[in-house]
């Protein structure tokens, strides 16, 4: 079993891989995670490789890669959901991406959805992120779900079972939840796959300083610290499941 911080560098180190098509350097590590030695990213890397997640060769500036043994599977991006107001479904063509079959369970499906918005921002979600849905129609208090209200409209949102109704919770303060007698789940977040555009190269935009940004610049715009809602009037959702 990984610790935290073992299962982000993993998980920054398929990313990278993916996304450049060859593995980031021990220092550009170092700077993502914004760590003072190279010497605690070498202890990280070493565990994995003793764990089978990594080959590590030494003396290379970019001696890590993905162990061959990990095997990966394609999951299709089905559309792009708000986490914000709840908006229509709308079809749009599809594209996939790859993740670890270690962070699935083989024996249901899976799909993944673009995020747009900042309501799940206390869960790590943000606009730009990608995130897994495994296809359910039942979630526990507190899972973050695909919830289906009214005529077809959908949210990213926390979910909680009250005595007459149910509650769509979202994780941003600035926000306040959604009531319904009825809601559909269409699936559970399992993963998150983080927008790489927004965080390679600016290695100091750590999920805390996203955060931070985002709720001054609402705290500064919004004087009586409501959101404005042209902030949730823009937020679109699109999806076929």
């Not at 790489?196 to 940004?213: F, M, P, W, Y």
């Amino acid at each position: 079993m990984l610790t935290k911080k073992q299962k982000q560098i993993l998980d920054f180190v398929k990313k990278y891989s993916a996304k450049k098509g060859f593995a980031p350097a021990l220092e550009e590590i170092k700077k993502h995670f914004r760590l003072r030695s190279v010497a605690t990213i070498h202890q990280h890397i070493a565990t994995l490789r003793d764990k089978g997640y990594l080959h590590h060769q030494k003396n290379q500036p970019r001696g890590v890669e993905i162990s061959k043994s990990e095997r990966m599977v394609r999951v299709p991006i089905v559309g792009t959901i708000t986490a914000g107001q709840p908006i229509e479904a709308i079809e749009i063509p599809s594209s996939m991406v790859t993740v670890s079959q270690k962070d699935l369970l083989a024996s249901e499906k899976h799909y993944a959805l673009r995020v747009k918005g900042e309501s799940m921002i206390d869960e790590g979600i943000f606009d730009g992120d990608i995130v897994v849905i495994r296809q359910q129609t039942t979630a526990d208090d507190g899972q973050t779900v695909v919830a289906i209200i009214d005529n077809n409209e959908a949210t990213l949102k926390k979910i909680y079972k009250e005595k007459n109704r149910v509650r769509l919770q979202p994780a941003n303060q600035t926000l306040l939840p959604f009531y319904h007698k009825e809601v559909e789940v269409r699936g559970i977040v399992v993963k998150i796959i983080r927008n790489l555009d927004n965080q390679i190269g600016v290695t100091n935009h750590s999920l805390a300083e996203r955060k931070r940004v985002f709720l001054n610049r609402i705290k500064s715009a919004n004087p009586a610290n409501s959101i404005d809602a042209s902030v949730q009037r823009n937020v679109t959702w699109s999806m076929c499941v």
